[in-house]
Nanobody, 127 residues
Framework: QVQLVESGGGSVQAGGSLRLSCVVS????????MAWFRQAPGKEREGIAA????????YYAGSVQGRFIISRDNAKNTVYLQMNSLTPEDTAVYYC????????????????????WGQGTQVTVSS
C-alpha cells in the first residue's frame, strides 16, 4: 500500500521560511513525478511545484517561482519543499502527491494527473 506522509507545517511570520517533507512508503522511487499542491480556504487546489524523480527536473507555478524549491532524496524516498519569503497568501493546507510514469508538461501541476496523495499539512503565515 502506497502511503505519502507530509510533515513540517506550522505557523510562521511573513518573510520567514519552512521546509516541508513528504516520505513515500509502499514502493520505491522509479520513473515517477512527485508534486506539492496547496489549498487555501474557499479556493481550488493549486499545483505549485513538481519534480521528476529520475532526472530531478523541476517545475514551478508562477506564484512560488523563485521563492520555493522542490527537491528529493531518492535514498530516503523523500521529497522536500523549501519555502522562503513566505507571505500570508501562502497560508493553505499543503499536500504532496505522486504518480507513476511520465506526464505531459501540461499535466505536471494538475491534480487530476496524480493518484497518490498525502493527508496534508497546515501552513499558516501571519503578517
Amino acid at each position: 500500500q502506497v502511503q505519502l506522509v507530509e510533515s513540517g507545517g506550522g505557523s510562521v511570520q511573513a518573510g520567514g521560511s519552512l521546509r516541508l517533507s513528504c516520505v513515500v512508503s509502499g514502493y520505491i522511487f522509479s520513473s515517477d513525478y512527485m508534486a506539492w499542491f496547496r489549498q487555501a480556504p474557499g479556493k481550488e487546489r493549486e499545483g505549485i511545484a513538481a519534480i521528476y524523480i529520475i532526472g530531478g527536473t523541476t517545475y514551478y507555478a508562477g506564484s512560488v517561482q523563485g521563492r520555493f524549491i522542490i527537491s528529493r532524496d531518492n535514498a530516503k524516498n523523500t521529497v522536500y519543499l523549501q519555502m522562503n519569503s513566505l507571505t500570508p497568501e501562502d497560508t493553505a493546507v499543503y499536500y504532496c502527491a505522486a504518480v507513476r510514469g511520465d506526464l505531459l508538461r501540461s499535466q505536471r501541476l494538475k491534480d487530476t494527473a496524480y493518484n497518490y496523495w498525502g493527508q496534508g499539512t497546515q501552513v499558516t503565515v501571519s503578517s
